[in-house]
């Protein structure tokens, strides 16, 4: 099964296999042959930023790609469960450490999902991962509707210098945190790692 998603204007995949869930028979499979480390960042459900610094040992900083404001189509509407064609905070960053390329991000915020307080801080504070920005302010977030895959990814692998049908690692989830009225922070993340975290061999066939 190959699935093509269009995800903004520079950004898309072609997921191999389709998106598959922890708990899903297949998973054991994707996870085969990775290091232990690695299949801990692929199923991971806390801070990505927290945990790249703890195993790169250095800060990770952002490098935007893409930070814009757009309708939702309707496959993205689906998985965030909201209407079609809300408007969303788009962003698209690489996480960085030590000069090196570790994750390629892909974030969209339903405006309606987002606290203004928040997005204000997200404004301001661009070149920041979101895991940051939200922990600096006392927020904390859960996850949910984690999955993993095979994915290609043109720009993540053009970046890379990889070849553009390199297979990559990634995978998705909704990122947030609901208050006692509104939302705080609602949003779909999808992530695509670099063969210097996640599958160095796999990237090179």
């Given amino acids: 099964m190959v699935i093509s998603q269009l995800m903004g204007k520079g950004f898309s995949l072609t997921v191999l296999d389709g998106w598959l869930a922890p708990s899903h028979e297949a998973a054991s499979r994707l996870l085969d042959g990775l290091l232990a480390h690695e299949k801990l960042l692929l199923f991971s459900e806390g ?5 790249l610094e703890l195993l ?12 814009d404001e757009r309708p939702l189509t309707g ?7 909201v209407a079609p064609g809300v408007m969303a905070v788009e962003r698209e960053v690489w996480l ?7 994750l390629y991000a ?16 997200l404004d301001e504070k661009s070149s920041e991962p979101l895991g940051r920005v939200l922990s600096s ?16 990814c043109e720009a993540a692998s053009k ?17 947030y945190n609901k208050g006692t009225r509104n939302w705080v922070i609602k949003a779909a993340v999808t992530e695509v790692f670099s063969p210097a975290l996640i599958g160095a061999e796999a990237a090179a066939k």
């Fill in 159 to 175: 970046d890379l210098e990889l070849n553009t049908g390199a297979s990559l690692y990634a995978r998705r989830y909704i990122l």
């Fill in 106 to 121: 892909h974030t969209l915020i339903p405006v309606q999902c987002l606290d203004k307080e928040v997005r204000r801080a």
């Fill in 47 to 51: 801070s990505m930023t927290l945990e």
């Fill in 56 to 67: 790169t040992g250095k800060r990770v900083d952002v490098e935007l790609k893409l930070k």
């Fill in 75 to 81: 496959a993205e509407a689906e998985f965030l469960g």
């Fill in 96 to 102: 960085v450490a030590g000069g090196t390329k570790l």
């Fill in 137 to 152: 302010r006392g927020i904390l977030f859960a996850k949910e509707r984690l999955e993993a895959g095979r994915v290609r």
